[in-house]
């Protein structure tokens, strides 16, 4: 029996699209992800502030509205949304791994560039209103680990 066009084309759009799909995810993780991940990846359960699912730009990849944004004193911990998880590992960022925070203006808005690791490992842009809820853990935590060295 003969199948006609259109019934091979309900079976096989499917599988093109997932396929399309799963490959974006991966070039994606490629450009953004994999550098952070390969440096701070935790697979452990981690208990701290729910910031919330946030904006990010990681390495000029944007991930908007994507990421669930957690923080305690050891440091940050990012994970993406369900359906963005393959090829994204959970990370765990300690604060002495940032290394610098600037302000950044584009036209009316203002971020926050989080530069990790030394050397760079990545950059992580995030709105103010998000570091102004990571900055008293940020602070305190600079402030334990210069009392440490003096």
Not at 62 to 70: E, G, I, P, R, V
Not at 124 to 142: D, K, V
Request: aromatic share 16%; charged share 20%.
């Amino acid at each position: 029996m003969e199948q006609s066009f259109p019934s091979i084309l309900i079976l096989v759009f499917p599988v093109f699209f997932v396929s399309i799909f799963v490959g974006v995810i991966f070039l994606i993780s490629q450009f953004g992800w994999a550098r952070l991940a390969s440096s701070y990846r935790n697979d452990s359960p981690f208990e701290g502030k729910h910031i919330g699912i946030i904006t990010a730009r990681i390495n000029r990849v944007n991930y908007k509205n994507c990421l669930s944004l957690k923080c305690n004193e050891e440091g940050l911990y990012m994970r993406p949304i369900l359906f963005f998880r393959l090829f994204h590992p959970p990370v765990l960022i300690p604060w002495k791994d940032i290394v610098d925070v600037k302000e950044k203006k584009i036209l009316f808005f203002t971020t926050k560039k989080l530069t990790v690791g030394e050397p760079s490992v990545s950059s992580i842009e995030i709105s103010r209103f998000t570091y102004s809820q990571l900055e008293p853990y940020y602070l305190n935590a600079s402030a334990n680990q210069k009392s440490r060295y003096n």
